[in-house]
């Protein structure tokens, strides 16, 4: 299945098929708001400012899978990204990235590009893949990275 064929629901209720971004460079981020890494967001918006009229779209997916770090409803999730950081780019409704309820984008990620020694799970809060223009699955990054040390690699598929 191409990247492309996948439909998400946005927070605000608007079901989109990820056809819209061919051509695009696409950051896909699994976020949450009570995290250590939620600082990120702040990354991820100024990323998308930058490089949005370059081609780079941003979509976060709130997950509330490690640690009870995203309780709120998509509303509450919306409305403290927005006042908090300013954040413009989507944000899809809350989703599991693990389990049996696993977004199917999510496996197509996760098979795509596994994690440290082949695995698939996806381990905490702000794991990043980035897709290329042409919907190939490039990169995992790990919670850790943050949003400014994967730049380079975003600039180099704009």
């Known amino acids: 299945m ?47 400012k930058s490089y949005k009229d370059k081609g780079l779209a941003i979509i976060g997916f709130p997950c509330d899978q490690f640690g009870h770090q995203e309780p709120g409803n998509d509303d509450d999730i919306a409305q403290f990204c927005a006042m908090n950081f300013g954040v413009t780019f989507p944000l899809s409704t809350k989703i599991d990235v693990n389990g049996p309820n696993t977004l199917p984008l999510y496996d197509e990620l996760k098979n795509k590009a596994p994690g440290l020694l082949g695995s698939k799970r996806i381990k905490w809060n702000f794991t990043k893949f980035l897709v290329d223009t042409s919907g190939n699955v490039v990169k995992r990054y790990a919670p850790t990275a943050k949003p400014g040390d994967i730049e380079k690699d975003i600039i180099a598929l704009l």
């Open 2 to 48: 191409s990247i492309y064929e996948h439909a998400i629901t946005l927070n605000t209720g608007e079901e989109i098929t990820l056809e819209q971004y061919k051509g695009n460079v696409l950051l896909i981020v699994n976020t949450a708001s009570k995290c250590g890494f939620t600082p990120q967001y702040d990354g991820l918006e100024a990323l998308y």
